[in-house]
């Protein structure tokens, strides 16, 4: 969704705001713009489709000695992909700009009130209402026009305000939409997302909702949006380095990312298991043993890729804990009667912890009395400030849009909260939940040693499957959710049209579009369903399906069913999901590669979905 960046200090503003503008593109969005304050003025520049178009238009600005400004990268809700669309909008004199992501829901009763007022609209935008609505309320104090302006919108924002009036001066102020400032010695900077903050600063402040900031050189005050009362906020320390963002020789973020698992999945892990006994050690986890025994029922709520990380985890809970699960897309969950309760354990799944589906289910969760746990990714983020504990994942930064090691990582804190919580319950015995404990930690080397020879594998496979139009994947089991995040992360990113199903299920309908042109990628290791999955791919076969299987080292009976097979070494079942991804990722990455994709900013997607 769209980025914002802003900063006032001693620098050259117009690189910052480019260089922010490029560590946020990840984020999604299809026209960008920036405006600095200068000699008493502002000037704006902005440019429909990817970042270089506005850099080739702002070229001759790079330099200008202009300290404080503003910068945006707009995904689309009210208005097409334009110039006049795209971001920073003006009020009528042009003296005051604003920058926002979110969606002002009642901007078409505030549109129409305000022309009546003579103001003069130039975009499709529901932003360009804001800038109007504070130009109403403006005569000397900024802050105070931007809460009365606020105090009229439904909806939710991230705004960044800049006006003539009022140099080196930026406000900020947030409702249910990312923000984060951050500070140092001489500047003071606000961003949608932490990468954009990173070469300059780890020090930073997450603004909660209907919160306001004001930014000049250095300094940050904090009010309240609804009445103007001052806030304290604290700082918090990001561990995360400006390196870790960058692709460090890498074609692509993704095809990093995908090399990062295994230490991504060591990092989750390092430090939560208790050497000797195996006993897991969540601190962040915010849920008393005794709480938790008294659990009587987990939903795990989601969105795509982090919600195929929950149908991974009922399978583990379910067999483990011996505790029912429910899954659901937070879309829906949120839409439907919840039966939930505080004998509930509602846990979210979430890379940013921004997703605006998942966060208004926590919300409506803990309305209803229910505990809450997130995984999560970033630190600091929204879902991890309102849920009653967190489950760190420690990938680092994802900058690429498909999701991998974050998905990864979730599965390996889902697995270590399961030994946790069957120890809780006392649902298995220790010593088989220690075992388990090592398998995690040793799938994540056979992860290492596997990585580079599955690459050297897919790279030529591809070129058999590179130019299909359509893709199933098929698993059973814990492998069931993996041919669903295969499919996801073909079609994201390759746009061939992909479907993942349990296996099982091909002969009550899918079997239908099984030719000799479908290529059927299917997950069958030797585990406790493997003689079932050999019958499923034996009717694929019988169709003539273009079988390509990912099976058990030393399984001779693959290579008798197709040419292509991709062997993988024995890990424990219960961790076949995080190995049996790995080569689903790559091939949806080497496909999208040979067919010359933007890998890591497909079309039409953005990395965090914060509008719903
Ligand atoms: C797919 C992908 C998305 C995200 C989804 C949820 O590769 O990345 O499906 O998984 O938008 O995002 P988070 O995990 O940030 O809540």
Redo the contacts with the bound molecule.
């Keep these: 969704m769209c980025g914002i960046i802003g900063y006032t200090g001693p620098r050259r503003v117009v690189p910052v705001l480019l260089e922010g503008l490029r560590k946020l593109e990840y984020r999604g969005y299809d026209s960008a713009g920036l405006v600095y304050f200068l000699d008493g003025g502002l000037v704006k520049h902005r440019a429909p489709g990817k970042l270089e178009k506005l850099a080739a238009v702002v070229d001759e600005q790079i330099g200008v000695a202009s300290f404080c400004g503003l910068g945006h990268t707009r995904w689309a809700t009210h208005g097409i992909p334009s110039l006049d669309n795209a971001h920073p909008h003006s009020d009528c004199s042009g003296n005051l700009v604003v920058v926002h992501n979110g969606i002002i829901e009642n901007y078409s009763t505030l549109r129409q009130e305000l022309r009546a007022r003579g103001h003069r609209f130039t975009s499709e935008t529901d932003t360009e209402v804001l800038a109007h609505l504070i130009e109403e309320y403006l005569t000397d104090d900024l802050p105070a026009a931007v809460r009365a302006a606020l105090a009229r919108v439904d909806g939710s924002y991230a705004v960044g305000v800049l006006w003539a009036g009022a140099p080196k001066t930026l406000v900020a102020a947030r409702n249910h939409s990312p923000l984060v400032l951050g500070v140092d010695a001489e500047a003071s900077y606000m961003a949608s997302d932490i990468p954009a903050l990173l070469p300059y600063t780890n020090q930073v402040i997450f603004l909660d909702d209907r919160e306001m900031a004001v930014l000049t050189p250095g300094v940050i005050t904090y009010q309240s949006v609804d009445d103007g009362r001052s806030l304290r906020k604290q700082v918090t320390t990001i561990e995360w380095n400006a390196a870790m963002a960058e692709k460090s020789g890498f074609r692509h973020f993704m095809l990093k990312e995908i090399f990062e698992q295994p230490q991504a999945i060591i990092n989750t892990v390092s430090g939560r298991i208790v050497p000797d006994t195996g006993r897991i050690d969540l601190p962040e986890i915010g849920l008393a043993d005794e709480v938790l025994a008294g659990i009587e029922r987990i939903a795990l709520v ?6 195929h990380a929950a149908l991974v985890a009922k399978y583990w809970l379910e067999k483990w804990a011996a505790i029912p699960v429910d899954v659901d897309i937070a879309s829906e969950f949120r839409y439907r009667r919840l039966l939930i309760n505080e004998r509930v354990l509602v846990i979210a ?7 605006a589906d ?1 966060l208004a289910s926590i919300r409506l969760a803990s309305a209803l009395g229910a505990r809450v746990l997130t995984i999560c ?1 970033v630190v600091g983020s929204t879902m991890t400030r309102e849920a009653d504990g967190v489950i760190y994942t420690h990938a680092g930064p994802e900058i690429g ?4 090691k ?2 990864t990582s ?1 599965l390996a804190a889902l697995f270590l909260f399961t030994l946790h919580l069957a120890r809780v319950r006392d649902a298995a015995p220790a010593e088989q939940l220690a075992e388990l404990g090592q398998a995690l930690i040793d799938v994540a080397r056979v992860i290492e040693r596997e990585l580079p020879l599955l690459q050297t594998r897919i790279q030529v496979l591809v070129e058999r499957y590179y130019d299909s139009r359509d893709f199933l994947f098929v698993g059973r089991g814990l492998n069931f959710p993996i041919a669903l995040e295969g499919a ?2 073909l079609k ?1 990113i390759s746009y061939i049209h992909a479907e993942g199903y349990a296996a099982g299920e091909l002969k009550h309908g899918p079997i239908a579009l099984i030719d000799k042109e479908m290529p059927v990628m299917a997950l069958v290791p030797r585990d406790s369903v493997y003689r079932k999955s050999i019958s499923n791919v034996e009717e694929i076969k019988a169709r003539q399906g273009r079988l390509l299987l990912v099976g058990t080292q030393g399984d001779g009976h693959l290579s008798s069913l197709t040419d292509d097979v991709l062997y993988l070494p024995e890990v424990h079942e219960e961790l076949n999901p995080l190995l049996y991804t790995i080569p689903a990722q790559l091939i949806a990455y080497e496909i999208a590669n040979r067919r010359g994709c933007d890998v890591d900013q497909p079309r039409n ?1 953005a ?3 914060t509008v719903e």
């Design positions: 989601a969105c795509g890729t982090s919600w799944i979430s890379q940013s912890g921004e997703t998942t990714n849009v498909a999701s991998t974050a998905f979730q996801l992360k994201e997607l990395k965090s979905v």
